[in-house]
């Protein structure tokens, strides 16, 4: 069983934990090709009364009809949820919009009870790769926060001050409970876990299966059958392979390069939400 929850990520769900009382509002990013498997609802208990803004990032690498059945399944009415493309500036006024919608009805209580904060403090948190920095960055029109495609990228906390609101940048963590091994491929394919953790192969078969069954086109697209066979699998790898010339000497296929090409493709695919 591959071990999904390395020790600094304990660490970093500790650090959330420890600081939550500081924190007005929570922002969650999540990654729209697997939104569900991205979040864990143990977070639920964790804070259960501040409120929450679901930020989905990558819209414009999910599938649109999928998303539009998945909104339904975030239905709390004390959270929001706002699906966009991180990437894009014109989202930044939307975001901030609900925001400040939420922080609103926080700084009515809080004038009832006497309290006056000179700024609030929003923790961005979500699964590694989620978009976590380029949303602050979006957010302060800088680039205060180090980005980048892999997982990991955020070593850790980091503030950034806004005019009325300063966000905690964090490291991405992964939750502590998996169902199966289908939510950790996900991750995978979505960048969220270190391929390091799992055999090229292991991951290679895993993830032709799981395309085959949710979206076969996208295998036809490149030539090759959907199956969920292993040794009908491995037959398209070679024909993948041989269609891209992937040669080592002596005229023997390269079979890693075919696999490594497969893995940067998937991680590229547009239209696809795997949840
Ligand atoms: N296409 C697309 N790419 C995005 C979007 N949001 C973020 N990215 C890219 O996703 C990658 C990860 O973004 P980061 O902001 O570094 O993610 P993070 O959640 O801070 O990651 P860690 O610090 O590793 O936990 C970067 O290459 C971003 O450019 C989006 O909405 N669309
Ligand atoms: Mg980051």
Aim: include cysteine; charge should be positive; proline fraction near 4%.
């Amino acid at each position: 069983m591959v071990q999904w929850f390395p020790g600094h990520m304990a660490k970093a769900l500790k650090k959330i934990k420890e600081k939550k009382t500081l924190i007005d509002l929570f922002i969650v990013v999540l990654d729209a090709r697997a939104p569900i498997s991205s979040y864990n609802s143990e977070f639920d208990l964790i804070a259960p009364n501040k409120p929450r803004l679901f930020v989905v990032s990558k819209l414009d690498l999910a599938d649109e009809k999928k998303i539009n059945k998945i909104k339904n399944n975030f239905n709390n009415k004390n959270d929001s949820i706002i699906f966009c493309n991180l990437i894009n500036n014109k989202n930044r006024k939307k975001i901030f919009l609900e925001i400040k919608k939420l922080l609103k009805i926080k700084r009515k209580k809080e004038l009832k009870l006497g309290l006056l904060k000179p700024r609030f403090k929003a923790m961005v948190i979500g699964v590694p790769n989620s978009g976590k920095s380029t949303l602050i960055n979006l957010l302060s029109k800088s680039y205060s926060t180090k980005t980048g495609n892999t997982p990991g990228i955020t070593k850790g906390q980091q503030w950034i001050n806004l005019n009325e609101i300063k966000l905690l940048d964090t490291p991405g963590i992964l939750w502590p409970k998996f169902e199966n091994q289908l939510i950790g491929i996900k991750l995978l394919i979505i960048g969220s876990i270190k391929h390091e953790i799992i055999p090229l192969q292991e991951f290679f078969n895993n993830a032709y299966k799981l395309l085959s069954k949710y979206y076969p086109n996208k295998l036809k697209e490149i030539k090759l059958f959907p199956t969920e066979k292993e040794e009908e699998i491995y037959s398209n790898l070679i024909k993948l392979c041989n269609d891209k010339k992937f040669i080592i000497k002596n005229n023997q296929l390269d079979l890693n390069k075919g696999m490594n090409w497969f893995k940067n493709h998937l991680k590229n695919m547009k239209g696809v939400t795997y949840d």
